[in-house]
């Protein structure tokens, strides 16, 4: 994943520009230093600028598939809902969670319903610009791939870099944002209501508990960004779920979970609605 990579690259930058330095004398080095610090900070800048920021929704429903919980019909964002999204941040939201549900139908191998998330997302993303990352062939590598789970995750984690990739780098970081709530939104509500046993699934549990940890990531990312119209509305809209995540501690109880999930189907329902 890119992000990966960046956390990678950054360091190794900044190793790298610290031996140039060793190489000068003392009397240049500070300044130097700071020429360089400076260096690193702007390409670290540019890494960020262009890195999908979570965890995608297909690593967050893979972990579904290891619990061995069946596939649910009915529980993704219906496809005939596609029509009602007709603002810029209606189908950036909604390209993020028919991007969740589309990794969920691909990991459970339902091809049908991959054909048809495939076909609205594609849509939602011509309607924004962006057909290009969702051509046919994305089709070809999913259905060559069907038996290889690692690398479904791999194909559809990404498309949904390249997705935030392609607004950030077009001036649409608010838009960009909003594709990876709404894919964080429904990779939750997915991992929410696969069951009614969710609290007796430790795994899920801890699951739930991590992605605390990402929704702070968004919120944080998403700041500078509050007096755009746009985010100040979805801010609002994920409001539940910030005041939920604010009194947890470091493990969940059943009501907890039952606080989560009634959060999360809240939001969920204001986006997709």
């Known amino acids: 994943m890119k992000k990966t ?99 969920y139908a691909t990991l459970y191998n339902m091809q049908q319903e991959v054909i048809n998330y495939l076909d609205v997302i594609r849509n ?22 069907y038996d290889n789970k690692d690398e479904l995750v791999s194909i559809l984690t990404t498309a949904f870099d390249e997705t935030y990739a392609f607004l950030s780098d077009n001036d649409q970081q608010v838009l960009a944002l909003l594709v990876v709530g ?33 929704f702070e990531v968004l919120i944080e990312l998403s700041q500078p960004y509050s007096s755009d119209p746009i985010m100040a509305d979805f801010l609002r809209k994920v409001e539940p779920i910030k005041a939920v995540y604010a009194g947890l501690g470091t493990s969940l109880t059943e009501q907890d979970i039952k606080d989560i999930t009634l959060a999360i189907e809240d939001v969920r329902e204001q986006i997709v609605q």
């Not at 240049?28 to 020429?35: A, L, N, P, V």
């Not at 939750?188 to 990402?214: A, C, F, R």
Request: with cysteine.
């Open 182 to 214: 709404g894919a964080w939104v429904e990779g939750m509500y997915l991992t929410t209501h696969v069951s009614e046993l969710t609290h007796q699934l430790p795994g899920i549990s801890k699951n739930l508990l991590e992605q605390k940890n990402s």
């Open 5 to 103: 990579i960046a956390l990678v690259l950054v360091p190794a930058l900044f190793v790298a520009f610290l031996g140039v330095t060793s190489c000068k004398n003392r009397a240049s080095r500070e300044g130097q230093k700071q020429i360089e610090m400076e260096q690193v900070q702007i390409v670290q800048g540019e890494i960020a600028a262009n890195v999908y920021p979570l965890p995608s929704s297909a690593e967050v429903v893979s972990m579904l598939t290891d619990y061995e919980i069946g596939y649910i019909i009915g529980v993704s964002n219906p496809t005939d809902n596609a029509s009602k999204y007709i603002s810029s941040s209606s189908r950036a939201l909604n390209l993020g969670v028919y991007g969740g549900d589309l990794s």
């Open 124 to 145: 939602l993303a011509g309607e924004l610009n962006m057909s290009q990352i969702y051509d046919e062939t994305l089709y070809d590598r999913i259905k060559d791939n």
